[in-house]
C-alpha cells in the first residue's frame, strides 16, 4: 500500500522493480546505471533508479498510481503489471547475467 512518490500509505501504487542487494550492489547498480539511456530506449518508458547512500540495497523500477481497493480494476491492474515484468525481465535478463564483481 506504500506509495513511493508521496512517500505515504495515503495513496497506493503498482511498481515492478529490479532489486539488487548484496555485498556487491553499489558496483552491480553502477554497471547497470551506465546502460540506463539504451535500456530506457528498450523498454520506451523512462524508470526510477534509486540508489541511496546509506542503504546497500538499490532498486530500479517503474510505477504508477493505483486504487488497490477497487477490485473492479484488478483485472487491468494485473495486466499492467504482468506486462511491466515481462518487459523488465527481458531487458534486464542478459544483462544482470553479465554483471561483473569486482576485482579484489
Known sequence: Y???????????????ELEIGGNHSKEFYAQLEAQKEQIENELGYPLT?????????CRIFVRRDADLQDEAKWPEQHE???????????????????LKEPLM
Open 80 to 98: 499492467w503489471l504482468l506486462n511491466r515484468l515481462n518487459e523488465l525481465h527481458k531487458v534486464f535478463y542478459q544483462r544482470v547475467k553479465q
Open 49 to 57: 533508479w534509486y540508489n541511496p547512500e546509506d542503504r546497500r540495497v
Open 2 to 16: 506504500w506509495n513511493s512518490e508521496t512517500e505515504s500509505y495515503k495513496n497506493n501504487e503498482l511498481r515492478a
